[in-house]
């Protein structure tokens, strides 16, 4: 009974282990997003003289 | 290269929103290049974006495709004749896209200036221009000294090219 009852401590510690490591991730991810959602738009150069290039190499 | 103002590695060419390396989507991952049109063409870039990298070769995963994105109606000209140029050339199909860019998105901090990244000295001085991390990314000289760590420049104009964008020449040291 002693185990039984160990194992459900452990397993609900494991339970806030993992909810709190989800937590934590979707925390990172949505300052992830907020932070290239807020540079997605800049593709103006510093300078009105400048220009800019895009190119994708495989 | 003398003219490249600011790189940025990130991701464009598809729809998906707010892409990460995680979730890349339908993007490809792309460099940014600002440049002064007084220093250097945009014909000069495409020159340099043909040599690295195979235009013949079938792209295997959008990720990683060929592809010129275009910003204005002037470099899809360029970007057409250049690879029309270079078909002809090499006497067989040139696979690299020409295509409107659309949104950019740079890329995580951890992928920016790669080289540069590795070397804490270089860091440390850097951060201390520019105390940004953002900043600094996007400085000329985090631009220049990335390059030189890539292997790519000449040498020998190292040292007078890093006191031309504010960093002193001892620095080469910690470079090499």
Redesign the interface.
Known sequence: MLIGLLAMVLLSHLNLLAALSQAIEEFA?TA??KQ??F?????K???P?????????? | MNGV??TLSGY??GSTV???YRSIGDH???????????LIS?EQ?LEV?WD??DPS?E?Y?TQ?????????EK?RQAAEDSRQTLQKRLGRPVRT?IEP?G????A?DYHQKYYLQRVEALMAELRERYPELQQLF?STAAARLNGYLGCNGDPASFGADLRSVGLPAELERDAR
Do not use: K, W
């Open positions: 991810m992830q997003a290239t959602t540079f997605a738009a800049n593709l150069p510093a300078d003289a400048h220009r800019v290039a895009l190119f994708a190499l495989g | 103002v600011t464009a060419g707010a892409p990460t490809s991952e792309t460099v940014l290049v600002e440049f002064d049109p007084r945009y870039l974006f690295s990298h070769a792209p995963l990683y495709r060929n592809a010129v994105f275009y910003t204005s470099q896209a860019a949104i950019f998105t740079p995580e996007r």
